[in-house]
């Protein structure tokens, strides 16, 4: 079993990068970044509202002779993340604390990790992968606490590039907008991620039945189990049961059709018992799911209205619960802690971290608890706050296009 500060590949990632490693427990990762990524994080601390939809910053890392550095870093970040776990509140809406003060700086104010270690520990990324600037951020790993994360990553904005872009950027990145629904719509689909688990037959016919799925489906007679959609196959790819659709799926994408790939992303719409006018799902929990992707979506929209900042091909990224006993398990979670939540609230209670603690096992392997939904907003490399610009228009003209189309199939 890897120690706690040891370092894996992340496997989670719907688009991007390559290199992006996370720690043993699957709490954190650690992305390479630019510095602007880095000072975004640093100074959401003033913008408490933006920053509740933000995976939480853990600290930043550049590379140096002192490899072991990073060890420290990652066990001191522990007990924080624990913290924030048992905060978490169980709506699933943000994993930081649940007062307006309580967010996510406080915390890591408040935590064993001092700034001064967090700030410059030294790293060396695993595997030896060469990190152009040198730099990474740990931050919370927003798939974590999921069995089987099915994984969306849908990039904000019509204008996709920095005031800082050359020219030729600027005009690749206006050609690509002009011809996918970024253009449109202010978002496009960047990447997907879905647990396709093996069908029934499967599971009869063979143990090693994910394996076996893979293989028929890499043949190409698999039957889609999530929703039969009909993209170009060359766009999707299967690897130890996960589907993933490319950049260049979310490109193929048109104003008018953008929605099927959030009906995929859903679990897909049933076609037989289809009524007019109504969307019928085949996944038991896709209507729920869609229901609390526009409450966080809302509340990302309600922040973005009252914040003053630009952010240039940033990211929503959505995860939800995959498998579906696990996704029963998180819901049981949520009615148990609403629950207690409101017996504390009857006997006048207040909860505090240590009470908390006492009640989950001392345990450092100790799992995260099994989590329905989370969405975040990522990719902050070309963000910055603009006092006096007013709201990122470029930005919520996504948001908002995203919550009609999700409106859309659930009313
Ligand atoms: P880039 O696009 O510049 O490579 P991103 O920040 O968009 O970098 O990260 C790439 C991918 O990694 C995202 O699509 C997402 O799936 C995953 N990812 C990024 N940050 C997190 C996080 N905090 N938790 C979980 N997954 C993440
Ligand atoms: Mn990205």
């Given at each position: 079993m890897p120690s706690g500060s040891e370092l894996v590949a992340f496997?989670?990632?719907?688009?991007?990068?390559?290199g992006i490693s996370s720690n043993a427990s699957g709490s954190l990762i650690i992305k390479p970044c630019t510095q602007a990524e880095i000072d975004f994080y640093e100074s959401a601390k003033d913008h408490p509202l933006f920053q509740a939809h933000m995976p939480t910053f853990i600290g930043s890392l550049c590379q140096n002779e002192d490899q072991d550095a990073v060890k420290p870093l990652l066990e001191a970040a522990q007990p924080q993340v624990q913290f924030l776990q048992d905060h978490a509140s169980s709506a699933g809406t943000?994993?930081?604390?649940?007062?307006?003060?309580?967010?996510g700086n406080a915390v890591i104010a408040d935590s064993t990790v001092t700034p001064e270690l967090v700030k410059r520990a030294s790293w060396k990324p695993s595997g030896g992968k060469k990190i152009s600037t040198g730099l990474a951020i740990v931050l919370?790993?927003?798939?974590?606490?999921?069995?089987r994360p099915n994984v969306l990553d849908v990039k904000l904005g019509a204008r996709l590039w920095d005031d800082d872009a050359p020219l030729a950027k600027r005009r690749r990145l206006d050609e690509v907008a002009e011809r996918t629904t970024s253009g449109n719509l202010g978002f496009r689909v960047a990447g997907m991620k879905m647990w396709c688990p093996p069908a029934l037959e499967d599971d009869e016919r063979s143990t090693n039945t994910a394996a076996a799925a893979d293989k028929k489906r890499t043949a190409g007679n698999?039957?889609?189990?999530?929703?039969?959609d009909e993209s170009d196959e060359a766009n999707v790819g299967w690897k130890n049961g996960y589907k993933s659709y490319n950049k260049l799926y979310g490109q193929s994408f048109s104003k008018d059709n953008v929605v099927d790939a959030l009906t995929t992303y859903l679990g897909g719409v049933g076609s037989d018992d289809h009524q007019p006018g109504k969307t019928v799902f085949k996944r038991k929990r896709a209507a729920l799911i869609a229901k609390r992707l526009i409450r966080e979506l809302e509340s990302i929209q309600y922040a973005l209205e009252n914040e003053e900042s630009r952010m240039y091909s940033a990211s929503v990224l959505m995860v939800y619960e995959g498998d579906e006993e696990a996704m029963e398990v998180g819901l049981q979670n949520e009615e148990e802690e609403d629950k207690r939540e409101r017996e504390r609230q009857k006997n006048g209670e207040v909860e505090t971290a240590d009470e908390d603690e006492d009640d989950?096992?001392?345990?450092?392997?100790e799992e995260i608890p099994q989590k329905v939904l989370e969405v975040r907003l990522i990719d902050f490399a070309h963000a910055s706050w603009t006092p006096?610009?007013?709201?990122?228009e470029n930005a919520l003209m996504g948001v908002r296009s995203l919550l009609r189309l999700l409106k859309g199939l659930v009313e």
């Open positions: 496997d989670h990632s719907a688009a991007g990068h390559e943000t994993a930081v604390g649940k007062g307006s003060e309580d967010t919370e790993n927003v798939a974590g606490g999921f069995k698999g039957d889609v189990q999530n929703g039969g989950e096992e001392d345990d450092e392997d006096g610009q007013g709201p990122d």
